[in-house]
């Protein structure tokens, strides 16, 4: 699947279905720059998963209400639910392995 940017007007309707990555990042940030192109390897690479990038500069009322403290700041969600959450960088296989066994 492709990767979707989202903000306040969308982000509900992106995430309700399926296995979604949703990625909090900034454009300043280094280990966000990092792992952009590890999500889209993983979206690519794995057609059941969606990847939905939120910039928390633009949307910061997003990431006060998923929590997010530090990031990257990835979250599974599964049918709209989130069911696990990462900060920091990994590396592809790592992504792969943690949102198949949340």
Do not use: H
């Amino acid at each position: 699947m492709a990767v979707v940017y989202a903000d306040s007007t969308n982000l509900e309707e992106q995430v309700k279905d399926g296995i979604v990555i949703l990625d909090f990042y900034a454009d300043w940030c280094g280990p966000c720059k990092m792992i952009g192109p590890v999500l889209e390897q993983v979206a690519n690479e794995n057609s059941d998963v969606k990847v939905v990038k939120v910039n928390v500069d633009e949307n910061i009322g997003l990431a006060q209400q998923y929590g997010v403290q530090g990031i990257p700041a990835l979250f599974v969600l599964k049918q709209g639910k989130v069911v696990a959450q990462k900060a920091g960088f990994m590396p592809k296989d790592a992504i792969v392995k943690w949102v198949r066994s949340a």
